[in-house]
């Protein structure tokens, strides 16, 4: 039986973090070195040895088993198995009533997770599930963590300590970075479909803009946002009503500009690209039949075009999403605001709890895009 290549790999990679770094480490306060800790050093012995065999057992899966389905029952076993062994770890060295101390995974943990993450996706890579499915795995996966963590299972663990404490700021940050995103994302279609048809109409204006574009996208996030600050606070000065709006060298204002301005290409160059795959036939036909050029446009062009500005799209909202995390330093909010604050109190769970939501947003999001490009793709002309 030949063992698979990515299999060995992910095994010794997680058997060897296992065997050899801390699973969690213990503070005994937020900012405090921590004091490394191994499986069988916070379990009783039964329970450590039963979660070394499953998930070696796991392991075997992945060397050896060439179904995907089994492959991903391994992987997601695994992945249950190192949550429950987590938390009951941040069970067995929390003191009762204690709210000081923090218990955080270790590196062990992280490579582990991140081993049985690329074993769950290689399985569902070859499992090839349409988009309908790949959005259900998804909201399964993302129900599942959200009913852990309303049950509590994962509360004595250091990041939700850190989420009880910011639990109200915590909605407010993650509301602004979703709307910042979205919002900047809805400006850039505004203005960027119809730049896209002229350009396209028009090919002697398609080298200057999307060049102009393309300067746009090679500066610096940050630059960017330090750019527009300068100009946005002479407007705010200069007028008052803007003032009124909103609009000043800092907050959401330049962070909302930059986005837009770094929106602007994917979806011109999506739109473009995706009107030049349209059959000429197919459009030389409907002028037969006499529809208008604007018929044309909406009822033909577009809706063949649709694929590929989705994924357009998609590429600008994962973009955006990691982004407004930057656009914390000039006071636009969002998630970043903890991720800069942990980073400035040396607070490692403060920063987790606002970079995780920002990559599972991101995540979801080019999950559900991707899906749905597949599916106007595949939907009858």
Same mark, same amino acid.
């Given at each position: 039986?030949?063992?698979?290549?990515?299999?060995?790999?992910?095994?010794?990679?997680?058997?060897?973090?296992?065997?050899?770094?801390?699973?969690?480490?213990?503070?005994?306060?937020?900012?405090?070195?921590?004091?490394?800790?191994?499986?069988?050093?916070?379990?009783?012995? $039964?329970?450590?040895?039963?979660?070394?065999?499953?998930?070696? /057992?796991?392991?075997?899966?992945?060397?050896?088993?060439?179904?995907? *389905?089994?492959?991903?029952?391994?992987?997601?076993?695994?992945?249950?198995?190192?949550?429950?062994?987590?938390?009951?770890?941040?069970?067995?060295?929390?003191?009762?009533?204690?709210?000081?101390?923090?218990?955080?995974?270790?590196?062990? $943990? $992280?490579?582990?997770?991140?081993?049985?993450?690329?074993? /769950?996706?290689?399985?569902?890579?070859?499992?090839?599930?349409?988009?309908?499915?790949?959005?259900?795995?998804?909201?399964?996966?993302?129900?599942?963590?959200?009913?852990?963590?309303?049950?509590?299972?994962?509360?004595?663990?250091?990041?939700?300590?850190?989420?009880?404490?910011?639990?109200? *700021?915590?909605?407010?940050?993650? /509301?602004?970075?979703?709307?910042?995103?979205? @919002?900047?994302?809805?400006?850039?279609?505004?203005?960027?479909?119809?730049?896209?048809?002229?350009?396209?109409?028009?090919?002697?204006?398609?080298?200057?803009?999307?060049?102009?574009?393309?300067?746009?996208?090679?500066?610096?996030?940050?630059?960017?946002?330090?750019?527009?600050?300068?100009?946005?606070?002479?407007?705010?000065?200069?007028?008052?009503?803007?003032?009124?709006?909103?609009?000043?060298?800092?907050?959401?204002?330049?962070?909302?500009?930059?986005?837009?301005?770094?929106?602007?290409?994917?979806?011109?160059?999506?739109?473009?690209?995706?009107?030049?795959?349209?059959?000429?036939?197919?459009?030389?036909?409907?002028? @037969?039949?006499?529809?208008?050029?604007?018929?044309?446009?909406?009822?033909?062009?577009?809706?063949?075009?649709?694929?590929?500005?989705?994924?357009?799209?998609?590429?600008?909202?994962?973009?955006?999403?990691?982004?407004?995390?930057?656009?914390?330093?000039?006071?636009?909010?969002?998630?970043?605001?903890?991720?800069?604050?942990?980073?400035?109190?040396?607070?490692?769970?403060?920063?987790?709890?606002?970079?995780?939501?920002?990559?599972?947003?991101?995540?979801?999001?080019?999950?559900?895009?991707?899906?749905?490009?597949?599916?106007?793709?595949?939907?009858?002309?």
């Amino acid at each position: 039986m030949r063992a698979d290549r990515l299999g060995a790999l992910l095994s010794a990679a997680g058997t060897t973090a296992l065997l050899t770094l801390p699973f969690v480490v213990f503070k005994a306060n937020r900012i405090v070195p921590g004091t490394p800790q191994t499986l069988s050093d916070v379990l009783p012995a $039964w329970a450590a040895f039963s979660c070394y065999a499953l998930l070696l /057992a796991v392991a075997a899966v992945a060397l050896c088993v060439a179904n995907p *389905r089994l492959r991903l029952l391994a992987a997601l076993a695994g992945v249950v198995v190192a949550a429950l062994a987590v938390a009951a770890a941040g069970n067995a060295l929390t003191p009762p009533g204690n709210n000081v101390v923090r218990v955080a995974p270790g590196a062990a $943990w $992280w490579i582990l997770s991140v081993c049985l993450g690329l074993l /769950a996706t290689d399985a569902i890579t070859r499992l090839r599930p349409g988009p309908g499915r790949r959005v259900l795995l998804l909201v399964a996966a993302l129900a599942l963590a959200v009913l852990a963590i309303a049950h509590g299972t994962f509360d004595h663990l250091s990041i939700m300590r850190e989420y009880a404490v910011n639990a109200t *700021r915590f909605a407010h940050e993650g /509301a602004r970075h979703v709307a910042l995103a979205a @919002g900047s994302l809805g400006a850039a279609l505004v203005a960027g479909l119809p730049l896209g048809i002229l350009c396209y109409r028009v090919p002697r204006l398609r080298a200057a803009v999307l060049g102009t574009l393309n300067l746009i996208q090679t500066i610096p996030g940050i630059a960017l946002f330090g750019m527009l600050m300068a100009p946005l606070g002479a407007l705010a000065a200069a007028v008052p009503l803007a003032a009124q709006l909103g609009i000043r060298g800092i907050g959401a204002a330049p962070a909302v500009v930059a986005l837009f301005l770094y929106s602007l290409l994917p979806i011109v160059a999506n739109t473009v690209a995706g009107l030049k795959r349209v059959p000429r036939a197919t459009v030389d036909a409907a002028q @037969g039949m006499g529809m208008t050029s604007a018929q044309v446009l909406t009822r033909i062009e577009l809706p063949l075009a649709l694929p590929v500005i989705l994924t357009g799209v998609r590429i600008v909202l994962v973009q955006n999403i990691g982004m407004v995390t930057v656009a914390a330093l000039i006071g636009g909010g969002g998630l970043g605001t903890f991720v800069f604050q942990g980073i400035g109190q040396t607070a490692i769970d403060l920063v987790l709890l606002g970079a995780i939501p920002i990559v599972v947003l991101a995540f979801s999001a080019a999950v559900v895009l991707d899906a749905l490009a597949e599916v106007m793709e595949r939907a009858p002309a």
